[in-house]
């Protein structure tokens, strides 16, 4: 039996006359797992970049959502050594809609009277009109039906807790002052910001200097703007008391009325987000071309119909994108009330994220998660409504 020859290559290294150093399984055999793995890499390069970020999302949002819904369903005891976790249901919910945390989160209803029934009995009709619209113009949808009727029946439960506790001697709860901060702010703040954009966009002189003045709220923190408006609301010490002395409000104090604090913290709130709204709005507007307005205007259109006619659908994505952020950063308003008013006088100014941090500071783990998931749910809701009834609607006719 002869030994079976070697050859060498050009580089000298040795080889085999015809014979596979791996074996004659070497073709058939499956790749290894860190083969496939690096292949599959390789081919998806996307997925090596997105992956890291797609973990990062998961751990920082979706993990603590799901901690917290758990801790809305339990109750939290400390005991020695550590907590005891208990879980109970929605016994957490129960207590904010018929429990004791009932009137501070829902407010004192009223009774009803001329002007709430007259008020509810519009707002169910137009919900009602709103829906036979609907089935008469796409027909009975169950699907598109059902969740017009879930949507109209939550709509008109939150306008009927603002009636009842607004308008016939109630007392509104966080949730009611929430929403007053939010749809009271947002409006003013837009029609601020707008307003502020279409001023600095005309030939005036100092153009430039009062853009700069208008974004200065912008580089202050909530916080220094919080102490800010209190020092400013103080009528017996501060840089502009004497301005209060002089008329004639140095027994005055804002925070002694409801009506007052909410105000200053609207003002507040205001002052700090208007800034936001006119940067976007002005930017927008310095990209609307000249020549269909020109066009509209030697076409004997005056300036409020140029504004109406041309511009204004030229603002309204933008428009619509931007409130519906301020709608769902008001939701989330703490800093100013804390800062401003420590949420009083009583409750008149506490929104439902300063509720839930109280809450939590009292060691109510399981009630301050149980109110941010109900306001998780209203933000939710509101921005749902927007998209989908408000900006669908006005984009798709304009």
């Known amino acids: 039996m002869q030994p079976r020859s070697a050859t060498r ?25 860190s083969a496939r793995l690096a292949a599959w890499l390789e081919a998806s390069p996307r997925y090596v970049y997105l992956l890291p970020a797609i973990g990062i999302v998961l751990f920082l949002s979706i993990f603590p959502l799901i901690v917290s819904l758990y801790l809305s369903l339990a109750s939290i005891r400390l005991v020695r050594g550590g907590f005891e976790i208990r879980f ?28 709430t029934l007259t008020i509810l009995t519009f707002v169910l009709a137009v919900l009602i009109f709103l829906i036979a619209r609907y089935i008469a113009n796409n027909g009975f949808k169950l699907f598109g039906t059902s969740l017009r009727v879930l949507t109209a029946i939550i709509a008109f439960g939150l306008i009927w807790l603002v009636v009842m506790t607004y ?9 009611v002052v929430t929403m007053t901060f939010v749809f009271v702010g947002v409006v003013v703040q837009f029609l601020l910001g707008l307003g502020l954009a279409l ?4 030939n005036l002189r100092g153009k430039r200097f009062f853009r700069v003045v208008f974004l200065l709220p912008m580089m202050i923190t909530p916080v220094g703007i919080g102490f800010l408006f209190r020092m400013m609301t103080d009528t017996l010490q501060g840089p502009i008391a004497p301005l209060w002395v002089a008329l ?20 507040g709130d205001t002052w700090q987000w208007t800034p936001f709204i006119f940067i976007v709005l002005l930017a927008a507007l310095e990209g609307v071309p000249r020549e269909p307005i020109e066009a509209a205007l030697v076409d004997g259109a005056n300036e409020w119909q140029a504004f109406r006619y041309v511009l204004v659908p030229y603002l309204m994505p933008v428009s619509l994108t931007v409130i519906m952020i301020r709608i769902i950063e008001g939701f989330k308003i703490i800093d100013m009330p804390q800062v401003l008013t420590r949420g009083g006088p009583g409750t008149a100014t506490e929104s439902v994220t300063l509720q839930a941090y109280n809450s939590w500071r ?24 927007f998209v989908n009834f408000v900006r669908k609607r006005v984009l798709e006719h304009p």
């Open 9 to 33: 290559d050009a580089n000298g290294a040795a080889a085999t006359d015809g014979i596979d150093p791996a074996g004659p399984d070497a073709l058939t055999r499956p790749p290894r797992l």
């Open 88 to 115: 109970v249901g929605l016994d957490n919910y129960r207590k904010l809609f018929v429990g004791d945390t009932q009137r501070h989160f829902l407010g004192r209803f009223g009774d009803y009277n001329l002007l």
């Open 167 to 175: 308008l016939s001697g109630g007392l509104p709860g966080t949730l």
């Open 199 to 202: 001023l600095v966009t005309q």
């Open 248 to 267: 004639g409000l140095e027994d005055f104090s804002w925070t002694q009325t409801a009506f007052g604090a909410r105000s200053a913290v609207i003002i």
């Open 362 to 385: 009292a060691l109510d783990l399981g009630g301050s998660s149980a109110m941010a998931y109900m306001l998780l749910f209203v933000v939710t809701f509101s921005a749902v409504v």
